[in-house]
C-alpha cells in the first residue's frame, strides 16, 4: 500500500443475532480508510434474517460485503474468525489491509476506526485496540469495561481498569500505550501480521484466543500491541454469545492450553504490565 492510498479495513464480525451486528455495523465509520465486511452468521442463523438497512459505507459499494451462514457448525471463535479474516483476504479485488475484528454487542463512536487506523500507522503497531466503556447509563458517569489487558490472576489476562471512570482514566497521556495484550472484541490487526502468525490458535475454542495472538505478534514477530487512550467503544458485554454455563469447560480447556504455552512470559511480564 502506497503512502498516498486509502487503506481497506475489513471489518470481520460473527453473530448469531442480525439485529446485534446490524446496529454493530451502522456505527463503523472511517474518513481515511475505505470499509468492506465480512459477517459470519451462526447459532442456526441463516441469510434469510438478515436484511434492513445498512451503512453507507456498505450501500456505497467500496468494498466486498460478504455474508456468510455457518447455521449448523458448532461455535468456535478462532475458528470462524480465521475463516472469515481468509475470506477478506483472498479477495484480489479489494485486497485488504487491516482486519478489524469486532464483536456486535460492541457500539462503535464515529472516530474509533480512524483512532485506531492512526495507531497503527505512526506507531507501527500490529495490533491495535481502544478503550472500551459500559453502555452509558442515566445520570451515571461512564466506567471502563476494558482498558487493555495485563497479566491477572490464576496465569490469565484481565481487562485493566475495569470500571474506573473513563473521564480519568481513558484521556490520560500518552495518546498511545504499548499494552501486553488486547481484546479480541475490537481489534485492528494488520493483514500480513494476521496471515504470518496463521490466525487466531484453533485450539482454542472460546477463550484466550485474542490474548494469545497478542503474545505471538508480540514474541514471535517482536512486534507492537498497542492502545488507544483517547477513544473509546461501548462494549455491552456478554450480550453477543449470552452467559453460557455450558461454555465453563470449554474456558477451562482454554485457559488451560494458554498456562501451558505462556505461563514463562506471564510469570515475567507481572511486574512490567500491572
Given at each position: 500500500m502506497g503512502g498516498s492510498e486509502r487503506p481497506h479495513i475489513a471489518v470481520i464480525m460473527l453473530s448469531k443475532q442480525p439485529d446485534l451486528a446490524r446496529n454493530a455495523l451502522r456505527a463503523v465509520a472511517?474518513?481515511?480508510?475505505?470499509l468492506s465486511a465480512v459477517l459470519y452468521l451462526n447459532g442456526g442463523v441463516t441469510l434469510d434474517d438478515y436484511d434492513g438497512p445498512q451503512p453507507e459505507w456498505w450501500r456505497a459499494g467500496g468494498g466486498n460485503h460478504i455474508l456468510v451462514a455457518a447455521a449448523d457448525e458448532p461455535f468456535s471463535y478462532s475458528k470462524m474468525n480465521n475463516r472469515a479474516a481468509s475470506i477478506a483476504?483472498?479477495?484480489?479485488?479489494?485486497?485488504?489491509?487491516?482486519?478489524?475484528?469486532?464483536?456486535?454487542?460492541?457500539?462503535?463512536?464515529?472516530?474509533?476506526?480512524?483512532?485506531?487506523?492512526?495507531?497503527?500507522r505512526r506507531q507501527h503497531a500490529e495490533v491495535v485496540g481502544i478503550n472500551l466503556a459500559y453502555p452509558p447509563k442515566e445520570d451515571e458517569p461512564?466506567?471502563?469495561?476494558?482498558?487493555?489487558?495485563?497479566?491477572?490472576?490464576?496465569?490469565?489476562?484481565?481487562?485493566?481498569?475495569?470500571?474506573?471512570?473513563?473521564?480519568?482514566?481513558?484521556?490520560?497521556?500518552?495518546?498511545?500505550?504499548?499494552?501486553?495484550?488486547?481484546?479480541?472484541?475490537?481489534?485492528?490487526?494488520?493483514a500480513n501480521t494476521f496471515a504470518e502468525v496463521n490466525g487466531f490458535d484453533e485450539e482454542y475454542e472460546v477463550d484466550q484466543q485474542d490474548i494469545d495472538l497478542c503474545m505471538r505478534v508480540r514474541t514471535v514477530l517482536n512486534g507492537t500491541v498497542a492502545l488507544v487512550q483517547g477513544a473509546f467503544a461501548?462494549?455491552?458485554?456478554?450480550?453477543?454469545r449470552g452467559r453460557d454455563e455450558g461454555m465453563l469447560s470449554a474456558r477451562a480447556k482454554d485457559q488451560a492450553r494458554f498456562v501451558g504455552l505462556w505461563y514463562t512470559q506471564w510469570n515475567e511480564g507481572?511486574?512490567?504490565?500491572?
Open positions: 472511517s474518513d481515511a480508510a475505505t483476504l483472498m479477495e484480489t479485488a479489494h485486497p485488504c489491509d487491516y482486519l478489524l475484528f469486532l464483536n456486535d454487542d460492541v457500539t462503535m463512536r464515529p472516530d474509533s476506526v480512524d483512532a485506531m487506523l492512526t495507531c497503527a461512564l466506567r471502563i469495561q476494558h482498558a487493555g489487558v495485563i497479566p491477572g490472576a490464576f496465569f490469565v489476562g484481565c481487562h485493566r481498569g475495569r470500571h474506573s471512570l473513563l473521564a480519568s482514566w481513558a484521556y490520560s497521556y500518552p495518546r498511545w500505550l504499548t499494552m501486553w495484550a488486547v481484546t479480541g472484541a475490537c481489534m485492528l490487526v494488520e461501548y462494549h455491552d458485554e456478554g450480550a453477543t507481572r511486574d512490567r504490565w500491572r
